[in-house]
Structures are given as structure tokens and as C-alpha cells.
């Protein structure tokens, strides 16, 4: 599910493939790889995207092991609630 959330959260902050890409510091294309469920990020790329996103790595795991988009959208309202009020 970490694809989803990610093109959700891409999409919510009107960000480019491309800008999200420099911010977990990768490539657009394994970026893009990611984003499309093609690619699985493995435990490095998943706290460069916790800390690229400001979310603790336990988070990404829930992100991770969400079951369901009702779940994802559950998880992406609690980190977006949390983020405002910082």
C-alpha cells in the first residue's frame, strides 16, 4: 500500500513524480517504479521515505501492512491531522 499513499500524498500537495523523487532521493524512474506497485521498497528506501515525509518508520510499516484503501485513507488522515498541528 505504500504505493497508494504515496501517489495520494503526491497528488495532495500537487507534487511531480520528479519532486517527490528528490525528496526521497531517488530516481524519477525507480520513483515512478514505486508509485506504480512494480517495485517494492525495501527497508532503506522505506525510512529514506519516512524521514523524506516527516513519519516515524512505525508508520511506514502500518502504511506498508494496510489492508485496504479504507484502511491507507484511515492512516493518511491521522498523519496529515498530525502534520497540520506541527
Known amino acids: ?48 521515505i519516512a524521514m523524506a515525509l516527516r513519519i516515524d518508520e512505525e508508520t511506514i510499516v502500518k502504511i506498508a501492512d494496510a489492508k485496504g484503501e479504507e484502511e491507507l485513507n484511515a492512516l493518511y488522515k491521522q498523519i496529515e491531522s498530525t502534520r497540520s498541528n506541527n
Open 1 to 48: 500500500m505504500i504505493s497508494e499513499y504515496l501517489e495520494k500524498f503526491r497528488k495532495a500537495h500537487n507534487l511531480s513524480q520528479k519532486e517527490m523523487a528528490l525528496m526521497i532521493g531517488t530516481s524519477p524512474y525507480y520513483y515512478n517504479r514505486i508509485e506504480h506497485g512494480i517495485t517494492d521498497p525495501g527497508i532503506k528506501m522505506r525510512r529514506k
